[in-house]
């Protein structure tokens, strides 16, 4: 989705906006814009189609002095592609910019239109302007005009507005991500549509709630302030101090983020229980210790609802709760059966997908406690939810989510242990950790023999097609495998449960065909039989399977073997570190874009 970077401060601005947007492209995007007053007080705007950089060489040369500006990458929702439509989009003294959608943008433009308004582009953002310069030219100040015309548009958006006047900048949200940042020995104060263009330019962040309107004005006056939208003061945000020394933009020795995310595994979990049962996230478990729901409800999109799927199967085993895996883009349409007894617990890394926060409000609404696992702390979801559960993967750059996958299954089963009743057991306590810390150990290993798992993508890796496949708790994994080589290397692939290919899909096995095969020590007769059924008809086998397996090593074309032992229900999550890696290699092979793919964005905000 569209990211927004805003700035006041002392000289430098627009490079600050860049900077920030720069960090920003992981989201995915196909124009960007800048806008600032400069010198005398005027709004100048550049804005270009295409790569950052293209906006960044239009700037060359051009001695920018500005205090104030705002910048913005765009991922086209209404309107084409092209330099007019990208944002920022100004009239007169007003810039501003826009992530979301004005759904009912329409119902405003012949009105507009006859008070003499002339439209450049064809976006929705763009009626929220011509709404704002209407109520101006009708005689309210800059910020009653953006309250009166927030208060007519629906749909999840987010507004930064820029006022060359007052040179004050004015943000206002509801259903979609915003965070202001403030860093008082510089006296600069900022806002974004993600915390993370924040990192190192803010040491306090703030998180406005819906239709809270955030004042940004320059060092001699008040810096930040927030208001509701008929003027009075606000009190609905939360504020956490924010690392300032941590700058995640830096890859190290890794060519992407993605396998940078990969390797952080290790070390991630490692902390992940310390976190939970000696840190802070103690009191966190302490709460969901307390529920006993009659059925859970796990909704989210993506890999968060692949991770969601492990986490049934924890619920299940170790609590013997009836859980339910919920797409979120469908369960908000099914009128589902929710009551005060169940708990509904929504997964995301960004915590601003629009799909699971409008599932989250339709557990909410039918009085139905909600529980996220969530990567952002203070994002909509975590703000909206009454218990949370942080899933501690650090910032995420790769669109495609690796680490947080991970996290979030860990982050379930600790939920899964403490809704048990041996949450104060230090025994138990002690299995988990130790579990955990061998998990990052088995990764590591997995990590150490990445040159093996290179080796079989760049012999597979151009092939017509990928089925994924695994029994029960592996499952998952196979869809979660698919959708990550779908994502990053542009190939077709499907995850499916073993037993089903049978019925209907084996058609499609040729000698074109590679099949990645799971295999657990549980139910494994059954799936060594369908990977034979493959083999019968000329399919390329990967098989993942236990360390020492001679029948598996013979029947694959390549093996790669897994030392399962003592992982248990761990298991699914360590198998899924190769198909990270698989992926991963299988689209460096084929030379797409892995930590930016095509059409894709990090945060899915709308819906
Ligand atoms: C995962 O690799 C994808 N980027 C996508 O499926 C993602 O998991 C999904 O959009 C959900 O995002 P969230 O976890 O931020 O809610």
């Known amino acids: 989705m569209c990211g927004i970077v805003g700035h006041i401060g002392p000289q430098g601005s ?4 860049l900077e920030g947007l720069k960090r920003l492209e992981y989201r995915g995007y196909d124009s960007a814009g800048v806008s600032f007053v400069d010198e005398n007080n005027r709004i100048q705007t550049y804005k270009k189609e295409g790569k950052l950089q293209n906006l960044v060489n239009s700037l060359e040369g051009k001695n920018i002095k500005s205090e104030c500006s705002i910048g913005h990458t765009r991922w086209a929702t209404h309107g084409k592609v092209n330099d007019t439509n990208s944002h920022p989009h100004n009239h007169e003294s007003i810039s501003l910019v826009h992530n979301g959608i004005i759904e009912n943008a329409n119902d405003f433009r012949s009105e507009l239109v006859s008070k003499g308004y002339t ?26 005009a953006i309250a009166t015309s927030f208060k007519k548009i629906r749909g999840n958006s987010a507004f930064v507005v820029l006022n060359e006047k007052t040179r004050e900048i004015i943000a206002v949200k509801k259903g979609a991500p915003l965070v202001c940042g403030m860093h008082d020995k510089n006296s600069q104060v900022l806002v974004s549509s993600d915390p993370y263009a924040l990192v190192g330019l803010a040491d306090k962040i703030y998180f406005p709630e819906d239709e809270v309107m955030c004042s940004l004005s320059g060092a001699n006056q008040n810096l930040l302030s927030f208001t509701e939208l008929d003027g009075t003061p606000s009190k609905r945000f939360i504020s956490k101090v924010q690392e300032m020394n941590f700058d995640p933009t830096d890859k190290g020795d890794f060519e992407h983020y993605m396998l940078k ?37 796990l909704s989210a999109c993506g890999t968060a609802a692949y991770a969601g799927y492990v986490i049934r199967d924890y619920l299940e085993k170790f609590n013997r709760i009836v ?8 369960f908000r349409y099914r009128n589902p059966i929710i009551g005060k007894e169940d708990l509904g617990v929504f997964i995301s890394q960004s915590g601003e ?17 909600t529980v996220s696992i969530v990567n952002v702390e203070g994002s909509t979801l975590y703000r909206e939810c009454s218990e949370n559960l942080l899933i501690r993967a650090g910032v995420e750059v790769g669109v495609a989510s690796t680490k947080a996958f991970t996290q979030m299954c860990l982050t379930g089963r600790l939920m899964s242990f403490a809704m048990s009743g041996d949450f104060k057991n230090e025994a138990k306590r002690k299995e988990i950790v130790d579990k955990y810390n061998l998990l990052a150990e088995r990764i590591d290993e997995v990590l150490d023999n990445e040159h093996v798992i290179k080796e079989i993508a760049e012999l597979t890796y151009n092939k017509k097609g990928y089925f994924f496949t695994g029994r029960n708790h592996y499952y998952p994994t196979a869809l979660e495998g698919a959708l990550k080589l779908k994502e990053i290397a542009y190939v077709h692939a499907e995850g499916y449960a073993s037993g089903e290919l049978k019925h209907g ?15 657990g020590p549980d139910l494994y007769e059954k799936t060594v039989s369908n990977i034979q059924e493959i083999k019968a008809r000329k399919g390329i086998i990967i098989s993942l399977g236990p360390k020492g397996d001679k029948e598996l090593e013979e029947m694959s074309d390549y093996y790669i073997p897994l030392n399962y032992d003592g992982l248990d229900e761990l298991m699914p999550i360590y198998v899924n570190v190769v198909n ?6 299988m689209a460096k092979f084929k030379g797409t874009d892995i930590d930016k793919p095509r059409n894709l964005a990090k945060s899915v905000t709308v819906e």
């Not at 290790?266 to 729901?293: H, M």
């Not at 997908?353 to 406690?369: F, H, P, S, V």
């Open 505 to 519: 899909p084996i058609a499609l096995i040729d000698e074109e065909m590679v099949n990645i095969a799971i295999v």
């Open 323 to 330: 859980t339910t895996v919920e797409l979120a883009s469908e």
């Open 14 to 17: 627009v490079e600050i906006v």
């Open 261 to 297: 995310e990969i390797f952080e595994q290790p070390g991630l979990i490692r902390a992940l229980s310390q976190y939970y049962f000696s840190g802070d996230g103690e009191s966190r478990l302490e709460k969901i210790s307390k529920l006993n729901p009659r059925h859970i409800y």
């Open 353 to 369: 997908t629009a799909d699971t926060l409008a599932a989250q409000g339709l557990c909410k609404e039918a009085g139905t406690e």
């Open 580 to 585: 990270q890696l698989l992926a991963y290699h």
């Open 119 to 144: 439209f450049k582009s064809e976006t929705d953002t763009e009626v929220f302007l011509a709404l704002v310069t209407v109520a101006m030219d009708d005689g309210l100040d800059f910020r009653e």
